[in-house]
């Protein structure tokens, strides 16, 4: 069935460090893929996303890679800052699907 | 620009009553899509509108059903609830030429049912 899965629910690192969030992807039909971070108490906030037809996007503190041979997708946070603590998830969808399909999301936590 | 607006925030029913959320999308999207939250389940997709039409829906009973109106907001109506209903409900708008990916989502209605 579908599944976006990802390889850890938790990850804890230190205030400063860079910290890298997994995703594993089951449909090799998709096109489109998104991570969301979702704090508590708030709905999911876009963080950025990503084409099939890139295996790299920066943003501003943030790079998503794409690894569509594996089906694999991560997030790298550089410099992370108590702020970043949250839920993350990553999302795929496919052209025509007119959803997005979600994993079960990994929670980040800040040790000062 | 305001976000997306959704209302009530929170709410308590009781095993068969129904309820009705409602979602204001940001200004100019016209996809509304719905998306119910569990610790156990994650994320998972109910239906999406656009321009009043349910163009996708996901795996749950017939008791959950949506609607769109001309200005683009949106209801969705859970009927006869059960225990296992109670969840954050997100509702997400997209804005146009997205195609129903980049979602943009309010805070959602949390629903208890007791």
């Known amino acids: 069935g579908e599944n976006v899965g990802l390889h850890l629910p938790t990850l804890s690192v230190q205030e400063g460090d860079n910290s890298i969030i997994n995703c594993a992807y089951s449909?090799?039909?998709?096109?489109?893929f998104i991570w969301y971070k979702q704090e508590s108490g708030k709905g999911p906030q876009f963080i950025i996303d990503?084409?099939?037809?890139?295996d790299k996007r920066q943003g501003q503190r943030v790079t998503v890679l794409l690894n569509k041979t594996v089906k694999h997708l991560s997030l790298q946070i550089a410099a992370t800052q108590p702020g970043d603590s949250a839920v993350y998830f990553c999302?795929?969808?496919?052209?025509?699907?007119?959803?997005?399909?979600f994993g079960q999301g990994t929670r980040l936590t800040i040790n000062p | 620009k305001a976000g997306v607006t959704q209302t009530p925030r929170y709410l308590i029913k009781t095993r068969g009553q129904q309820v009705t959320l409602s979602c204001s999308p940001i200004?100019?999207?016209?996809?509304v899509s719905w998306y119910q939250q569990t610790p156990g389940q994650g994320l998972q997709f109910l239906f999406e509108?656009?321009?009043?039409?349910?163009?996708n829906k996901g795996n749950f009973p017939g008791r959950f059903s949506g609607r769109q109106f001309s200005n683009s907001r949106s209801e969705m109506n859970v009927s006869t609830l059960e225990l296992g209903d109670s969840a954050l409900y997100l509702c997400?708008?997209?804005?146009?030429?997205?195609?129903?990916?980049?979602?943009?989502f309010g805070s959602g209605t949390q629903l208890s049912v007791l």
């Open positions: 997400a708008s997209s804005p146009p030429g997205a195609s129903n990916e980049k979602l943009f």
């Open positions: 449909n090799s039909a998709s096109d489109y």
């Open positions: 990503i084409r099939s037809n890139m």
């Open positions: 999302a795929e969808s496919f052209q025509g699907a007119q959803k997005l399909v």
């Open positions: 200004s100019g999207h016209r996809s």
């Open positions: 509108y656009f321009s009043e039409t349910q163009r």
